[in-house]
């Protein structure tokens, strides 16, 4: 398929971190969304956890405000954030599985299992105009079940390839990096919108912006990680830097 511009969404949910360590209004994570935006993020990802170990409800309503780009809203699928995402038709919906313990998001969403359920949960999100995503692993069945319930986006869990990379296990990293190539190419093929996240860094980002499916990464803790050191606005614009040069194959090198 014909190479198109790969979307960057950059998660602001750690800036809301570093402020909740020791309250207080520094650092703001509306602030960071709009750096991001002008160093060339294509969209702002928050996720609101049910403890709102983060992002804040005012958060959201900052970003609504504040925002001259799409808001990506990454939620569980319970009634509470059903009624959130429905008051504020964010341009986007993301459905992730949470849990109280997590540190962070630890895998996909278990679709299959559950597809009555978050089929009528996603189909108000739906009428009310948002983009509905479900954030799964690279597994057949799961985006067949993401397909039928009516959801337009997947987004692959990259995780497992990320920390394979990192541990050293490059043959296991080649093989979950080959499943989600595939699995691209699959939900391709049913008319989904693939995109993909978690754990992605500037040593891993590059075999994922790749794949010609993919249509938007998205990316948190490593560029506010990275920003200790570069300042946010560098950071996100050396991760856009690689994410072209791995889609069109041209190397600056």
């Known amino acids: 398929m014909a190479q198109t511009r790969l979307r960057l969404g950059v998660n602001i949910d750690h800036v809301a971190t570093v402020r909740n360590a020791r309250g207080g209004a520094y650092p703001d994570p509306v602030r960071a969304a709009k750096l991001a935006e002008e160093a060339g993020a294509d969209g702002i990802t928050a996720h609101l956890r049910e403890d709102r170990r983060h992002i804040t409800d005012a958060d959201i ?27 504020h038709k964010p341009h986007a919906v993301c459905i992730v599985p949470e849990k109280r313990q997590e540190r962070t998001t630890e895998g996909g969403l278990e679709v299959a299992r559950d597809e009555n359920r978050l089929a009528h949960f996603i189909a108000p999100l739906r009428d009310a105009g948002c983009r509905v995503s479900i954030f799964i692993a690279a597994d057949q ?34 093989r979950e990096l080959a499943a989600l190539t595939e699995m691209a190419a699959f ?41 200790v050191f570069r300042g946010l606005g560098p950071a996100v614009k050396e991760m856009r830097r690689l994410m072209d040069e791995a889609r069109t194959g041209n190397s600056e090198a």
């Open 61 to 87: 309503d900052g970003l609504m405000a504040a925002l001259a780009g799409p808001l990506n809203f990454e939620m569980a699928a319970t009634d509470e954030m059903q009624k959130i995402a429905l008051r």
């Open 141 to 174: 069945k799961q985006i067949e079940a993401a397909h039928r319930i009516g959801a337009e986006v997947i987004e692959l869990h990259t995780g497992a390839y990320c920390d394979y990379h990192a541990e050293g296990e490059f043959e296991a990293r080649d």
């Open 187 to 227: 939900a391709h093929s049913l008319g989904l919108e693939v995109h993909a996240g978690h754990g992605l860094t500037y040593d891993t980002v590059g075999p994922i912006a790749a794949i010609p499916e993919v249509m938007e990464l998205n990316i948190g803790h490593f560029l506010i990680g990275e920003s």
